[in-house]
């Protein structure tokens, strides 16, 4: 999950860019076309915060599942 998660959202951003969703892939690439560098800056943050939310999630859930394993106890 640790590995798949990140991929998974990787996946997803890059086919909106591709197939030119409204998502939020498909609004970078509409800032792109039109010179709006706050706009893709903006959507770079976003996808980081999104990543670090997920893998934050997945984190706290696993040490929270798995409270009696050895690799969750030390943070």
Sequence with gaps: MQIALP???IVCIV???LMGGVGLG???IYAQRFADSPGVF???VEIGF???LA???LRR???WLLS???ETTHG
């Design 50 to 52: 999104v990543g670090w």
């Design 15 to 17: 086919a909106e860019m």
């Design 55 to 57: 893998i934050y999630s």
């Design 61 to 63: 859930l696993r040490q």
């Design 68 to 70: 009696w394993h050895v």
């Design 26 to 28: 498909g609004s970078m």
């Design 42 to 44: 903006a959507g770079i």
């Design 7 to 9: 991929l998974g959202l």
